[in-house]
Nanobody
Framework: QVQLVESGGGLVQAGGSLRLSCAASGRIFSINAMGWYRQAPGKQRELVATITRNYATQYAESEKGRFTISRDNAKNTIYLQMSSLKPEDTAVYYC????????????????WGQGTLVTVSS
């Protein structure tokens, strides 16, 4: 089976930066699109950014210019570089994989990590 493990969350002051990582583990052959989502207290989970296997990216409008998603296919890892953080960026950030094909040729779809908390203080 495939697992996604996020890291890099923490407490940061407004205007600061953080880099999140999401590593996929398991006997993975390939992973399709991956992305970051976030859920603030009392709110629904929302898209932050996505990246395809061929490195095409998509961002939520409010994150354009502040966040950068990247990917290392050899490591089955994606990153989210966040800068100019605002208190409203406070949320649990979740990693998602659209689908992952294992060496056994089993494909898992819509895979989620456990999340990492980002807190931005004013």
């Amino acid at each position: 089976q495939v697992q996604l493990v996020e890291s890099g969350g923490g407490l940061v002051q407004a205007g600061g930066s953080l880099r999140l990582s999401c590593a996929a583990s398991g006997r993975i052959f390939s992973i399709n699109a991956m992305g970051w989502y976030r859920q603030a207290p009392g709110k629904q989970r929302e898209l932050v950014a996505t990246i395809t296997r061929n490195y095409a990216t998509q961002y939520a409008e409010s994150e354009k210019g502040r966040f950068t998603i990247s990917r290392d296919n050899a490591k089955n890892t994606i990153y989210l570089q966040m800068s100019s953080l605002k208190p409203e960026d406070t949320a649990v950030y979740y990693c998602n994989a659209d689908s992952a094909t294992m060496t056994s040729w089993i494909t898992y779809r819509d895979i989620w990590g456990q999340g990492t908390l980002v807190t931005v203080s004013s």
